[in-house]
C-alpha cells in the first residue's frame, strides 16, 4: 500500500496515476468513513475541496458516512455536464485522504438521481482483506451479508435532502472490473 501525504496533493496530480499497480486497482480516498460532508477531488487545482452539489441541498449532521469513498485514477465517466473519475466505496477502509490503497472489487452500482444515472464501485481495501475478509466476491457478500448491502442502499435514499437517490441495481465484481477497464483513460 503506497500514501501520499495531504502536503504533497498541491503538486502531485492524484488523478494521474495509474488505475493498476502490479496487476492491483488502486484507488485514492477522497472522503473517509465518518465523515459528514463528501469531498471531491478537483483535478485542475490538485486538492480536496466539499462536494457543492452536496452542500447546495444540506448537510445532515447525524448521517455519517457508513464507508470510505475514494475514486480510481485515469478513469472517467460522464457526469451531466463534465468528466469525473470512477468512484469506489470501500466498506472496509479507514485510510486518510489522499492517500492510495489497493482495491478488491465486489460489486457495481446503478444509482438513479431523478433523471439521472450514475455507476459506483464498491471495494474493500486490499490490504485489508488479504489480513481479515468475511466474503471474498459479491455472491458471499449477497448471501452472508445482506445487510451490508442494505446499508448503501439506506444510505443513497437518505443522505441528501434535495433530489432523491436510489441504488437501481448491484451487478458482480466482474462488471465492475470491465467498467473500470472500459473508462480508463490511460
Not at 488505475?19 to 488502486?26: A, H, I, R, T, V
Not at 457543492?52 to 472517467?76: M, R, V
Not at 469525473?84 to 486518510?96: C, F, Q, S, T
Not at 437518505?158 to 465492475?176: C, M, T
Amino acid at each position: 500500500m503506497s500514501s501520499c501525504k495531504q502536503e504533497d496533493t498541491a503538486t502531485a496530480n492524484l488523478y494521474e496515476q495509474n488505475s493498476f499497480k502490479n496487476g492491483e486497482l488502486q484507488a485514492v480516498i477522497s472522503t473517509t468513513a465518518g465523515s459528514l460532508i463528501k469531498n471531491i477531488y478537483q483535478i485542475k487545482d490538485k486538492r480536496f475541496v466539499p462536494d457543492t452539489s452536496f452542500l447546495k441541498q444540506g448537510k445532515i449532521n447525524y448521517l455519517a458516512l457508513p464507508f470510505s469513498i475514494g475514486f480510481i485514477p485515469s478513469t472517467q465517466i460522464e457526469l451531466g455536464k463534465s468528466n469525473k473519475p470512477v468512484e469506489v466505496l470501500l466498506v472496509n477502509n479507514n485510510a486518510k485522504q489522499a492517500q492510495t490503497v489497493g482495491v478488491k472489487l465486489l460489486a457495481l452500482l446503478k444509482v438513479a438521481t431523478q433523471d439521472t444515472i450514475t455507476y459506483k464501485l464498491v471495494g474493500m481495501d486490499s490490504g485489508k482483506s488479504r489480513a481479515w475478509s468475511p466474503f471474498n466476491n459479491f455472491e458471499e457478500l449477497a448471501a452472508n451479508y445482506p445487510d451490508i448491502i442494505k446499508t448503501i442502499n439506506r444510505y443513497f435514499e437518505d443522505y441528501r435532502l434535495g433530489p432523491y437517490q436510489k441504488v437501481l441495481s448491484w451487478q458482480d465484481e466482474q462488471a465492475a472490473l470491465k467498467f473500470v477497464k472500459a473508462h480508463q483513460v490511460n
